[in-house]
Each structure stands twice: as structure tokens, then as C-alpha cells.
């Protein structure tokens, strides 16, 4: 299987410090990736440095194929490379039907959008008239989620590529990450 996203011996970091160091995974078609660990081990600055939004000092980031190492992040969004940050990134006043619908091309994509939504975290279907502000935390980041599919999808759409159907879990990341900040220092 070809991998949609391919980041190899990915090095980055703040000033002088290298806070993420040679990391490398494949995610292929359909498949999900997590990324955890305690706070301050590089998990933002890892998705900071594959989307561009830190400079990659060594490495490589390939999208669908493409070495998209240097490319602007803008760029990067348009080719459907999305990064969700942790703060709320829903428009709160807006209800979760118009936030979902900032994720679609036409309004006539919007009944399926629903459909697949609903098949994920169905208490956003029950919510759909309700403002994004009044969720619980939880439901807000389901929305984020489902928001930035959208946005992905509508990226994907416009290149002429098909979508997903399954999703599939696998670990795959390789290589050294980040130190915890107490021993950043040490070689």
C-alpha cells in the first residue's frame, strides 16, 4: 500500500533546541494515526513541523507521493494537509450544522456529510441546530474532528481524488522524539 503521508527522519525544533529528532511514519489510505505521550514530549511541534508551521531541519515529508518539505503551509492545506490545534478551532457562535458546513464544497454534499457524521459521534446529529459554543468539551472536539475530515475530503475532491472508506489503526511511528525538557541538555 502507498503512503498518503510519509515523514522521514523528521528533525525540528525552537531557536538552537531540536525538540523532535529523526522521526519517521507512513499512514497509508484509510488509516488513522494517534500520536501520544506526556505534555512537552513534541507531539504539537511534531504536527507543527509535517504541516510547516516549524521549519524541518532534516528529513523529509511527503504528501500522496509528493515532497512537500518545503512548501508553504497554505499550500499545504489546499493539498488536504490539516492540522486541528488543541484550542478550540469551531467558530462558537456558529451552530454545529454551519461548522460542518465550512467542511463541504456544495450544500448538496451536506445530507451524505450528516449521514457519515451521524456514524461517528451521532450526539452531533441531535445538536445539529445548536450553537458550537454550548457543547460539552468532548463534543466540541468531535466536531473539530468531523470539521477537519470535511475540510480534508474538500481538498481531496478538488485534486480529483476519491474518498476514504475505512479506517484502519495501526502504530506507526518510528524513530527517536522529543526529550522532556529536563533533559534536553544532555547529549
Keep these: 500500500m502507498s503512503s498518503v503521508l510519509d515523514v522521514d ?12 529528532s529523526n522521526v519517521g511514519s507512513a ?21 507543527k513541523a509535517i504541516v510547516g508551521f516549524l521549519p524541518a531541519w532534516r528529513g523529509r515529508v511527503k504528501l500522496a507521493g509528493k515532497d512537500v518539505t ?7 492545506r489546499k493539498m488536504g494537509l490539516v492540522y486541528v490545534p ?4 469551531l467558530f462558537q457562535d456558529l451552530s454545529v450544522r454551519d461548522n460542518l ?4 464544497l456544495t450544500d448538496d454534499d451536506m445530507t451524505a456529510r450528516f449521514e457519515q457524521v451521524g ?11 445548536q450553537r458550537a459554543g454550548t457543547l460539552s468539551g468532548g463534543e466540541q472536539k468531535m466536531l473539530i474532528v468531523a470539521r477537519a475530515d470535511g475540510e480534508a ?11 476514504s472508506a475505512a479506517v484502519r489503526r495501526r502504530p506507526a511511528v518510528r524513530g ?12
Design 119 to 129: 456514524g461517528w459521534f451521532p450526539v452531533l446529529t441531535k445538536r445539529l441546530s
Design 70 to 76: 518545503r512548501i508553504a503551509s497554505h499550500l499545504k
Design 86 to 89: 488543541q484550542e478550540h478551532a
Design 153 to 163: 475530503r474538500r481538498a481531496a475532491a478538488r485534486r480529483g481524488h476519491g474518498r
Design 9 to 20: 527522519e523528521l528533525a525540528s525544533g525552537y531557536g538552537s533546541w531540536e525538540v523532535i
Design 27 to 47: 499512514l497509508g489510505k484509510a488509516e488513522t494515526l494517534a500520536i501520544v505521550g506526556k505534555n512537552g514530549m513534541g507531539k504539537t511541534s511534531l504536527l
Design 176 to 187: 527517536a522524539g522529543a526529550r522532556p525538557a529536563r533533559d534536553r541538555h544532555l547529549p
Design 101 to 104: 458546513r465550512l467542511g463541504v
